[in-house]
């Protein structure tokens, strides 16, 4: 049976498939969708996989390392810089190893259409010394899944598997299978492996040195990569590596007329790397991202021969691989007939029309004005980033998930004022509450805005973790409950808004303003599902 | 054979709708198909653009080369210029009259009027007028599938109604009928 997926679905229903019992997540693009597909799943349902959104992307991996160790087979999937978040859990569940198979998830956003970076996720694998796997299309996916935890189950090691945007949200056919059953309860026995102690953690760390043949041997073998050597010598000398889906763009532009290796499972098989050199006279990496498998590549072979990719220019330095600049470095000309129009204006995203964020920032800047250079005002990272374009042009900075209040702290301390910082709900629980906490026992002279829309907006909606309690989260972090304060962001209430953040600016401690209203979006959709419920 | 597709316009505008109705079709004709989605910040009132690749062979690429969509489908006549250097030689431009302005810096509309009627196969309508004649304007999506109809070529007329058909059957009879005729109604104003 085939079933038409995107790639995250893919990922989704080959885990749900391959007995999976959790999905730990905080939305993120392009990963959201992943955990949405299992939250819908009728299987899912059935089994009482877990699947609620988690509050960051540390508790998330935490909290699936904890069904791994009863046991069971658990995914947790993030964007890219979620795992600068759950980095420490990441890094020492290969310290620990796992039980129940245990798969970690990365989105990549190379060319940034949703983020504030393109870090390479391969590198945080290499980092943690663990099996990577990068399908290079949706049946890949879906069939990756099954042998990744398998895998991670004969290791007793997590894996990581890397996707991009491009894979992440985009459709194909899938064959699909049965659902196998989901592993019994077994929790882990042996203390040793999981209290790292130093004395501990030593010979766990040495057993993860000694697991790394193993781990070269399995991607060696894998079936997700291949070398494809023409029948006959092709014209082209080069050999192409391909990683992920950069194999789908060189098999566009030169079908069968050149060698290549497909790599979709790292390490990198380095007798294939070789086997490949030997019958070219150069090599071209083609992978999306950063130039994680050029760089070893160049080690591999040594300085005489040459290696093409990202670093000489042959592919563009940032921004992802796509049909075209694939084309270009295999010297394939490209069809383009027409050029950009001249009559095109860029057409940014913004502000859905009625948006509570609109009646924050048109309060706000006028306020900051009023108080001509001196003040300062932090933004974070959600719809509300949108307030850093004309017409608001009301934040000064956004770098990473909670920044707003601590960098805001931070500036208060040197002696900026007003130092404000504006964040939504759900990035306040995700990483700003702790945040808060050093605000409070320092007495930073700031004004914190939690503009709350009771969800996480910019990835489509879904529930934020502390709806209902921000205002007893600040009291009990030590804010003063008479700087407290919240108010309904609305076009009538602009004035009202206004005056609160003089008053708050004026008081010398933290305080925090919670405008909250729902996001028009989520309230549209609300209605139509009630209307819906109605009909039945 | 194959058909490269660019459904486009600003976010909101129902193009994913349009690409849910081609791929069931392709779907349900046997063919392969990978479509290529614009998902996250990129909805909110900016300009939004779907791959849509249909065909009788193996589809490696997930995105359109340059130079070989064969029809370009906009909801906006500014958008469908955006996408001008996928367009192929011969190909097709499908695209509503009606311009979106939600931008201070929007070009004179008879500029774009200009740039579109310079291409050898533009299709352009009022189809939210057209929507509004026939069923409601909400159906102005099916209408510039219906226009895109005969353009798509690998998939028939009657395949691509269908499709619209069975898309939208869980919402009731009526919202079917209006479909249909959305879709009819475009098809007759190319045909």
């Known amino acids: ?536 | 054979m194959k058909k490269d597709i660019i459904l486009c316009g600003v976010g909101g505008q129902g193009i994913l709708s349009i690409a849910t109705i081609i791929g069931e079709a392709a779907t349900a004709a046997g063919l392969n198909l990978k479509q290529a989605e614009v998902h996250g910040m990129s909805q909110r009132g900016g300009d939004v653009q779907s791959n849509l690749r249909l065909s009788t062979d193996v589809i490696y690429s997930d995105l359109i080369p340059m130079g070989e969509a064969d029809v370009i489908i906009s909801m906006e006549p500014m958008e469908a210029l955006r996408y001008l250097p996928y367009l192929s030689k011969e190909g097709a431009v499908v695209t509503s009259s009606q311009s979106f302005v939600n931008i201070p810096n929007y070009p004179e509309v008879s500029a774009i009027d200009a740039e579109l009627d310079k291409l050898p196969k533009v299709a352009k309508l009022d189809i939210e007028q057209i929507a509004k004649e026939v069923a409601t304007v909400r159906s102005a999506n099916v209408v510039l599938l219906g226009m895109a109809a005969p353009y798509i070529g690998i998939l028939s007329t009657d395949e691509l109604r269908g499709a619209v058909a069975r898309v939208f059957e869980r919402k009731g009879e009526a919202v079917v009928e209006a479909n249909l005729k959305a879709f009819d109604a475009g098809v007759a104003a190319v045909g």
Not at chain 1, 39 to 61: F, I, P, Y
Not at chain 1, 381 to 392: E, K, R, S, V
Request: glycine share 8%.
């Open chain 1, 1 to 536: 049976m085939k079933r038409l997926l995107l790639g995250d679905e893919a990922i989704a229903l080959g885990a749900l498939h391959a007995g999976l019992s959790g999905v730990y997540a905080y939305p993120g693009t392009p990963s959201t969708e992943i955990t949405e597909f299992i939250q819908g799943d009728k299987l899912a349902r059935e089994r009482n996989v877990h699947s609620r959104w988690c509050t960051n992307e540390k508790t998330a991996m935490e909290a699936a390392l904890g069904m791994s160790y009863a046991g069971k087979r658990a995914l947790v999937c993030m964007k890219h810089v979620g795992m600068n978040v759950c980095a420490d859990a990441f890094v020492n569940s290969a310290i620990t190893g796992c039980n129940g198979g245990l798969i970690v998830l990365a989105a990549d956003d190379p060319s940034m259409h949703s983020s504030q970076n393109e870090q390479d996720s391969r590198f945080y694998g290499k980092f943690a010394m663990i099996p990577v796997f990068e399908p290079s299309n949706q049946q890949e996916a879906y069939d990756m899944v099954e042998e990744a935890f398998a895998l991670s189950e004969r290791l007793k090691e997590p894996v990581l598997m890397r996707v991009v945007t491009r894979l992440a949200h985009s459709r194909a056919a899938v064959e699909i299978h049965d659902a196998k059953a989901e592993n019994e309860l077994s929790p882990e026995t042996d203390r040793t492996h999981w209290v790292l102690l130093p004395g501990n953690a030593k010979r766990q760390y040495a057993a993860l040195i000694e697991k790394q043949p193993v781990i070269a041997e399995a991607a060696a073998d894998s079936e997700f990569n291949r070398l494809e050597l023409c029948e006959d010598e092709p014209e082209n000398k080069t050999g192409v590596i391909c990683c992920g889906i950069g194999y789908n763009y060189v098999k566009e532009a030169v079908g069968n007329t050149m060698n290549v290796l497909k790599v979709s499972q790292y390490p990198l098989p380095e007798k294939d790397i070789v086997a490949l050199a030997a019958v070219s006279e150069n090599l071209l990496v083609v992978e999306d991202g950063q130039p994680v498998v050029e760089e070893l590549v160049r080690g591999m072979l040594g300085a005489g021969y040459p290696v093409y990719g990202r670093l000489t220019g042959a592919l563009p330095r940032a921004g992802e691989l796509n049909p075209d600049n694939v084309a270009k470095a295999l010297g394939v000309e490209s069809n383009k007939v027409y050029d950009p129009s001249p009559v095109l204006a860029g057409r940014p995203p913004q502000f859905c029309q009625g948006c509570g964020h609109r009646d924050v920032y048109n309060a706000l800047r006028e306020v900051v004005a009023e108080f001509g250079d001196k003040a300062r005002v932090f933004g974070d990272i959600g719809c509300y980033t949108l307030g850093a374009l004309p017409p608001f042009t009301a934040i000064d900075s956004c770098v990473d998930m909670g920044a707003s209040i601590t960098m805001a702290k931070g500036a208060a301390d040197a002696g900026v004022h007003p130092s404000i910082a504006i964040i939504g709900d759900s990035t306040f629980t995700h990483s700003g509450m702790t945040g808060l906490l050093d605000a409070v026992n320092d007495h930073s002279n700031i004004v914190v805005v939690i503009s709350d829309n009771l969800t996480t907006g910019m990835t489509g909606g879904q529930d934020s973790a502390g709806t209902s309690k921000y205002e007893a989260i600040c009291v009990a972090l030590g804010v003063d409950p008479a700087h407290v304060r919240v108010i309904v962001p609305q076009p009538t209430k602009v004035e009202q808004i206004k005056e609160m953040i003089r008053e708050e600016i004026a008081y010398p401690d933290v305080s925090v303003i919670i405008p909250r209203r729902e996001c028009i979006q989520t309230l549209a959709r609300h209605a139509r599902q009630k209307a819906a419920a109605r009909k039945q």
